[in-house]
C-alpha cells in the first residue's frame, strides 16, 4: 500500500497474479460445479457482514470469500453442461482484453477523450460487416456505421428512437409523443411497432421507454415455424394508416429466443420500404451463425433493413457486455440522439471529422469495449469463430437426430443454429418434471419455453467447453431420468 492507501503497482503485479492463477483454475474446475446454482434466496448475503468495512481489509480474505461465498451462489454459465437460455460466452482473449480496458480506466464518450477507443470500435465493426455478410451499406465509410452497445435491448431502444424521430420528422423530440402542436402534425399522431408474437421481450420494454405506448405494439401472425407472416405484416400496416396511425419500425428476429425461428427478411423488407417503415434486424443470438457462409440465407434480405444488431456476448466468444449495432444511415440516429452542451464541444467533434459514439447510444459515458472483441478476433481469426459455430450447430444436430430417432421424445420446432426444442410425447407434466430433476441433479442445466401452448424444452449448444462427450451424456440423462420419472408415475 502507498501512504494514500492505494494498491502499489508492484502489489497489483501480484494480486493480478493470483487473481489471474484463480480464474485459470475456475476454467480448469468448472465443470465439476452443479452447473445451476442451490443457494436458497438470502443465503449469500446472509454471510456477508451488515456494515462495510471501516477499515481496508487484506486481499487474500477477499479471495477467501471469493471461494467460499461467492462461487456457491453462482449458476455456471461457462460450464460445459449448460445449455439453458442462450450461452454467455467467455474466452481468454477477451478476459485479457476486458482487463486492459479496467487497466487502462479510459473513458470514450468522445472521440476527444480517447481518440483510439472511437476509431478501434469502428474499425472492428467495419471488419464484421465483411465477416458476417453484412450490408457495404452499414459500413463507416458509407451512410451508416457500427458501435457497441451494452446489450441488444439498448441496440433495440435505440433504434427505436431514430426510428420514431423518423416517422414524426422529429416532432417527437421536440413535442413529445402524441403532443403535437396541431392537428396535423405528425407527432400528434400514433406511432406503431410490429413485430411476431415471438419477439424478446426487450422491443416491448423499448417501446415503453420510448414512450409509445404498449397499445401501439403489435403481434403480427406467425406461421407454422413461429416465423413472421409478411402478408398479416402487410395487412396490420395498413389497417393502422387508414385508422390513422403512423407505423413507425418493423422489428423482425433472426432467431428468436424461444425457438430459433427466422422472421423472413427480405419479404418484410420490401413491405418496409414500400410503406417507408424502419426495419430494425434483432439477430442477437443467431447472429454470429453469419460468420460461416452456409449460415449467410439466415439473413437474406438484410440488405433492406435500418438497423441490425447481434450479441458477440452471446455466441462469439467475447465476454458480457458488447452488443454491435449497425444503422444504414447514421445521421438519423445522431439527429435523434445528439445533444451539445458546452462543457463537450471541442474542435474535433466540431470539424465533422470523428464519430463522438455518446450520440450513437443512451449513456453519456462508455468502456473500451472494443478492446476484447478485437482480441477475440485476433486470437481465433475468422477461421477459429467460424470453428467454434460450426462445432456447436453439429453438436445440436446430433442431438436432435436423437430426439427425432426416439420413441419417448419429439422434435417441437425446426431445429435452429446451436438451438433444438423438444419435449417428451407423453405430455407437459412429465416434460416439466424432467426439467426440473434434470436441473435440480446439477449435472447440467436446461430452459422452457411454450410453443403451440405446449411446454418445451430448450437445449441450447454454445458454451466453448462443450465437447461432443457432454452432448452425449446429457442425451443418456435425459433419456435415463425420463424412464425413472415415467416409471415413478406407473407405480405411483
Ligand atoms: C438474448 C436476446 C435479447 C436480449 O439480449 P440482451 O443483450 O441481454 O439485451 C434480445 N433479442 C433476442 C432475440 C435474444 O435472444
Not at 208 to 217: Q, S, T, Y
Amino acid at each position: 500500500m502507498d501512504d494514500a492507501g492505494h494498491m502499489t503497482p508492484d502489489e497489483f503485479r501480484h494480486r493480478g497474479a493470483q487473481l489471474v492463477e484463480r480464474i485459470a483454475r475456475y476454467m480448469e474446475e468448472v465443470e465439476r460445479y452443479p452447473v445451476l446454482s442451490r443457494a436458497e434466496p438470502g443465503s449469500v448475503r446472509a454471510r456477508l457482514p451488515d456494515a462495510a468495512p471501516e477499515r481496508g481489509e487484506p486481499f487474500a480474505d477477499v479471495l477467501r470469500d471469493i471461494d467460499e461465498v461467492i462461487l456457491p451462489g453462482l449458476t455456471h454459465w461457462q460450464s460445459p453442461n449448460f445449455f439453458a437460455y442462450f450461452p454467455a460466452n467467455a474466452s481468454g482473449p477477451s478476459i485479457l482484453g476486458d482487463l486492459l480496458a479496467a487497466g487502462l480506466g479510459v473513458q470514450g464518450m468522445i472521440w476527444a477523450t480517447s481518440p483510439a477507443c472511437t476509431e478501434l470500435e469502428t474499425h472492428v465493426l467495419d471488419w464484421l460487416v465483411d465477416l458476417l455478410g453484412l450490408p457495404q451499406g452499414f459500413r463507416s465509410g458509407a451512410a451508416g456505421g457500427g458501435v457497441i452497445q451494452d446489450s441488444a435491448s439498448s441496440s433495440t431502444l435505440t433504434a427505436l428512437i431514430a426510428a420514431r424521430e423518423r416517422a414524426s420528422g422529429g416532432a417527437a423530440n421536440r413535442h413529445g409523443v402524441g403532443r403535437g402542436s396541431g392537428p396535423g402534425d405528425a407527432a400528434a399522431r400514433r406511432l406503431t411497432v410490429y413485430i411476431s408474437r415471438h419477439a424478446h421481450s426487450s422491443v416491448e420494454k423499448g417501446v415503453k421507454i420510448a414512450g409509445l405506448g404498449r397499445d401501439n405494439l403489435r403481434l403480427v401472425e406467425v406461421d407454422g415455424s413461429h416465423a413472421m407472416d409478411p402478408a398479416a405484416l402487410e395487412a396490420a400496416i395498413a389497417a393502422d394508416r387508414a385508422a390513422g396511425a403512423v407505423p413507425a419500425m418493423v422489428c423482425a428476429t433472426v432467431g428468436t429466443t424461444s425457438s430459433g425461428a427466422v422472421d423472413p427478411l427480405r419479404p418484410i423488407g420490401e413491405i418496409c420500404r414500400r410503406a417507408g417503415v424502419w426495419l430494425h434486424v434483432d439477430a442477437a443470438h443467431a447472429g454470429s451463425a453469419t460468420i460461416c457462409p452456409e449460415h449467410r440465407g439466415l439473413i437474406d434480405g438484410v440488405e433492406l433493413a435500418d438497423s441490425y444488431t447481434f450479441n458477440p456476448h452471446k455466441w462469439l466468444l467475447t465476454n458480457f457486455d458488447c452488443s454491435c449495432f449497425w444503422v444504414a444511415d447514421r445521421a438519423a440516429l445522431i439527429d435523434a440522439l445528439s445533444v451539445l452542451p458546452e462543457y463537450l464541444r471541442n474542435r474535433a467533434t466540431d470539424s465533422g471529422a470523428v464519430i463522438d459514439y455518446r450520440d450513437w447510444q443512451v449513456p453519456l459515458g462508455r468502456r473500451f469495449r472494443a478492446l476484447k472483441l478485437w482480441f477475440v478476433i485476433r486470437h481465433y481469426g475468422a477461421e477459429g469463430l467460424r470453428a467454434h459455430v460450426r462445432h456447436c450447430v453439429a453438436l445440436a444436430a446430433w442431438f436432435a437426430a436423437q430426439v427425432e430417432e426416439s420413441a419417448e421424445f419429439e422434435l417441437a420446432a425446426p431445429v435452429s443454429v446451436g438451438l433444438v426444442c423438444f419435449r417428451h410425447r407423453a405430455g407437459d407434466a412429465l416434460t416439466e418434471a424432467l426439467m426440473n430433476r434434470l436441473n435440480e441433479t446439477g449435472a447440467l442445466y436446461l430452459t422452457h419455453t411454450r410453443l403451440d401452448d405446449r411446454l418445451v424444452l430448450r437445449l441450447a449448444v454454445g458454451a466453448p467447453a462443450t465437447r461432443r462427450a457432454h452432448v452425449e451424456a446429457a442425451w443418456t440423462r435425459i433419456v435415463e431420468t425420463a424412464e425413472a420419472l415415467a416409471e415413478e408415475t406407473r407405480s405411483a
